[in-house]
């Protein structure tokens, strides 16, 4: 399992998810909080998530599994990971 890629694909997603670029999307600091990049607007958007980080959870294997309620926009980009990969 690489790490690396998986928080990046992972910032990917938290980005794509809410509508903003994703170019350099590996960038993203994981002392981000959800809130702070418009996860506060819309809570479907928490669900989104969710469904995307179950998705990188069973494509890699990690042994982690994302239910519904697990994202909210209080969470940081480094809780969203620790929910994927430990």
């Not at 690396?4 to 938290?14: A, C, G, L, P």
């Not at 969710?50 to 309620?69: H, M, S, Y």
């Amino acid at each position: 399992m690489d790490i690396v890629f998986i928080s990046n694909q992972i910032k990917y997603d938290i980005l794509n998810v809410c509508g903003l670029p994703v170019d350099h999307s590996y960038n993203l600091l994981t002392n981000t909080p959800l809130n702070s990049i418009g996860y506060d607007k819309d809570e479907e958007l928490c669900r989104k998530l969710e469904e995307k980080l179950r998705i990188v959870a069973e494509e890699f294997n990690t042994g982690k599994r994302v239910v519904k309620g697990d994202v909210s926009k209080n969470l940081t980009v480094r809780q969203c990971i620790q929910l994927v990969i430990a």
